[in-house]
């Protein structure tokens, strides 16, 4: 019997905050559910998204029927990576202080360089 493959590294970005929060939030139960699965997961918040880093405002994405935000980032910083875009950190002030424990800030080539890894698999919301 064949060894089961390995999961693919995943890179998720949302640029959907609370403006679009079917959106948003299924970002972040695929980037949950690849954390749990075993996948490598790389989850980028831009655009409005950018906030939900900020402690206390997950907690604002309420959705029916949904996972609660604050439990999907939990589950994707324990096993993965979180991070705010530069450029969209900057034009809202933000800065890794402001952040929840664990999220970083990184630019455009760090996610060009995650995506185009050898078996990677990218998904934008």
């Known amino acids: 019997m064949p060894t089961p493959a390995a999961p693919r590294p995943l890179v998720v970005k949302t640029t959907s905050?609370?403006?679009r929060p079917e959106a948003c939030n299924q970002a972040f139960t695929v980037?949950?559910?690849?954390v749990v699965a075993g996948s490598e997961v790389s989850l980028w918040l831009?655009?409005?998204a950018a906030w939900l880093a900020v402690p206390g405002r997950a907690a604002e994405l309420e959705l029916a029927h949904a996972a609660p935000l604050p439990d999907l980032l939990?589950?994707?910083?324990a096993a993965g990576t979180v991070t705010v875009c530069t450029q969209c950190a900057v034009r809202?002030?933000?800065?890794?202080a402001d952040l929840v424990p664990g999220?970083?800030?990184a630019g455009?080539?760090?996610f060009v360089e995650e995506?185009?890894?050898p078996d990677a698999q990218a998904l934008v919301y």
């Open 74 to 77: 939990e589950t994707v910083l």
């Open 17 to 19: 905050g609370l403006d």
């Open 31 to 34: 980037a949950a559910t690849a």
């Open 46 to 48: 831009t655009g409005e």
């Open 108 to 110: 455009a080539s760090v």
């Open 115 to 117: 995506s185009l890894r």
């Open 92 to 96: 809202r002030g933000l800065t890794e």
């Open 103 to 105: 999220v970083r800030i």
